[in-house]
């Protein structure tokens, strides 16, 4: 379907699908079976300029916002979801750069982070404190100049091959979620070391980090949103990004689709082809139908967003105030409704046309030398991350009976 994207966005589309088919295709079963980060594909995608599509061209981006960010995690993840993370964890952890960072801590971290010469990651998480972020346990202690991160942080996606983390802990325990704090922390900080690496069912190619900060110093200009602000940096961010795992999904869904329908055209039994059974029609028109419904929403609420976020970016760059500041003066209201119902909805169909994926093709489907398997692995946790998706119907719900009693 025609989406009437603009040139630049057609050929961003093109640039990254032509990336996943000649340098990812050929790594991901490997890096799959053996849990291996690809460095080749990192190196091909930063070549391909591929990093930095969503960030301003002051910062040597390429100008555009989440809908280019998605489009060339959709097309990578057609191939493989687990790659296409290492770009779309530079979202999330520039995302929230962009939106509440100073004018310097602009310069001086998303240059790297466009130019793909620095990696990025955000880290909420932690063992007792997943979807209920507010819990963390992770202290920063203020001394003079400097911050003493100490604690753990769990389930971080592009760790220990990241530079640059946002990351979130607690500046005064008894304030609770008023008392949590963003901070950019560099690799090798003295007292940030990494932890246990997880053993994972999908996504197996992006590294997944158990992170220690022991007696870390960070500088008081590594604060991000200003202390004590950190939830709302935390919920400013997702607004933006969640979008980006949705479009991790659609891509995923796809690619699953495309392995299918050319196995099912040649796979012959009862001296016909699998797909000329109309059973096997319905499902296909089915997984079609859901993709691109899943893309319409996705495309149409970022197109949206954009609107606002391209205007909040330019009038900061004239004001040298935050783009959150300038996001409440061009925005109608926050995203997270939108956002969270394009993660849900594009995440729920690719675990449903994935699975259907595999069914379709039969015993095949479930082998691990076919691909089919792996995007059914890889959808997986696009229900789970950055909010379950039982999160992002909590969200959903809060917003609907938020608009009824403002309407009185
Ligand atoms: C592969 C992988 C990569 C990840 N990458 C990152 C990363 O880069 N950075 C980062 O910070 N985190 C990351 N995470 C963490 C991820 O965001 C959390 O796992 C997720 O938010 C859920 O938290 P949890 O695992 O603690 O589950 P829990 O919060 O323990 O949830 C368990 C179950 O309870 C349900 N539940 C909990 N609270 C509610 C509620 N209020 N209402 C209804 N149901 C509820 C959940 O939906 C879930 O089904 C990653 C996780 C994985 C698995």
Avoid at 324 to 352: H, I, P, Q
Wanted: glycine fraction near 10%; proline fraction near 2%.
């Amino acid at each position: 379907m025609n989406y009437f994207l603009t040139e630049e966005q057609q050929a961003i589309v093109e640039t990254a699908r032509e990336v996943a088919q000649k340098k990812v295709k050929p790594v991901r079963e490997h890096c799959d079976a053996e849990e291996k980060f690809s460095w080749e594909a990192v190196e091909a995608m930063r070549a391909a300029d591929l990093f930095g599509v969503y960030i301003h061209q002051n910062y040597g981006g390429l100008g555009g916002g989440g809908l280019e960010l998605c489009l060339v995690v959709e097309e990578i993840s057609r191939v493989c979801g687990g790659v296409a993370l290492a770009i779309a964890c530079g979202g999330l952890c520039s995302f929230p750069i962009i939106l509440y960072g100073t004018p310097e801590q602009k310069k001086k971290y998303l240059p790297d982070i466009a130019s793909g010469k620095k990696l990025g990651a955000f880290t909420i998480t932690e063992p007792e404190a997943g979807s209920d972020a507010t819990a963390t346990s992770c202290t920063a202690k203020q001394e003079g100049d400097y911050y003493i991160l100490n604690g753990v942080k769990n389930f971080c996606s592009n760790g220990e091959v990241a530079e640059v983390y946002t990351l979130f802990a607690t500046t005064n325990k008894a304030r609770g979620a008023r008392g949590i704090t963003a901070f950019i922390v560099d690799k090798g900080t003295p007292g940030f070391t990494f932890g246990k690496k997880e053993t994972k069912m999908g996504i197996r190619s992006s590294p997944t980090y158990e992170l220690h900060f022991d007696n870390c110093k960070v500088h008081k200009s590594q604060v991000l949103g200003g202390e004590g602000r950190g939830l709302f940096v935390a919920q400013g961010t997702f607004d933006i990004s969640r979008p980006g795992v949705a479009a991790q999904a659609l891509g995923i869904a796809q690619g699953a689709v495309d392995e299918t329908l050319n196995y099912a055209k040649m796979r012959k039994q009862f001296g016909q082809s699998v797909l000329s059974f109309q059973s096997s029609q319905h499902m296909v028109a089915d997984m079609v139908t859901q993709i691109e419904a899943a893309r319409a929403l996705l495309y149409s609420v970022t197109k949206a967003m954009d609107v606002d976020l391209k205007l909040a970016v330019e009038a900061s760059e004239k004001s040298g105030k935050t783009v959150a500041e300038e996001m409440k003066k061009v925005s109608s209201g926050r995203w997270t409704k939108y956002s969270a119902m394009v993660k849900l909805f594009c995440s729920d169909m690719a675990m449903k046309v994935t699975t259907d994926a595999v069914q379709l093709c039969g015993g095949i489907g479930y082998m691990r030398d076919f691909p089919v398997e792996k995007f059914m692995r890889d959808a997986k946790i696009t229900q789970i991350y950055e909010g379950t998706n039982q999160i992002q119907r909590n969200e959903i719900g809060y917003a609907v009976i938020k608009e009824l009693a403002q309407k009185g």
